[in-house]
């Protein structure tokens, strides 16, 4: 069993900024994967995922077309975290509602970098819309305690000597 983290510490961990990776039902042909692409999202505790993606995107007519999503963050330095949520797509926000592509902005770049973020993309308000996800499923781990443990027993020592 996965170490885990509780429902307060996997909302945290979840609305950190942190870059997402969306799968979502590939249906264009019956032989293809589910689509994994790396996105920005917004997300506070009790709340929905909130992704911007293009109207006409491929990403875009897959989420409208399958109505749910996953979305998967991590923490790649150890001890390894991450949290995995996955739900029905609650909302489509057409047209963009450009606090919310503002909010996302400042969310991963800092002021003066989303201000010039936003002035160069400013063509997206036209093109662009958020897809709400509401988490429906959760998977999450921590593996401090498990690092902790093992640290303390010694499991590691000598691994790879010859």
Not at 70 to 86: A, F, K, N, T
Not at 101 to 125: F, I, K, N, P, V
């Amino acid at each position: 069993m996965l170490p885990t983290m509780s429902r307060p510490d996997r909302e945290r961990f979840l609305a950190e900024p942190r870059v997402g990776v969306l799968g979502v039902t590939d249906s264009r042909d019956g032989d293809r994967a589910p689509l994994i692409v790396p996105v920005w999202y917004g997300y506070e505790p009790g709340g929905e995922v909130v992704v911007e993606t293009g109207r006409e995107s491929i990403k875009g007519r897959l989420l409208r077309a399958a109505g749910r999503f996953s979305l998967c963050v991590q923490d790649e330095g150890r001890p390894y975290r991450y949290v995995s949520v996955e739900g029905p797509v609650t909302a489509i926000d057409d047209p963009l509602d450009p606090a919310v592509r503002e909010a996302l902005a400042h969310r991963y770049l800092d002021a003066e970098e989303a201000r010039g973020y936003l002035a160069a993309t400013s063509h997206q308000l036209d093109d662009d819309i958020v897809f709400r996800m509401r988490p429906q499923h959760w998977r999450c781990a921590d593996f401090a305690a498990f690092a902790a443990d093992f640290a303390e027993g010694g499991a590691g020592e000598g691994a790879g000597a010859n």
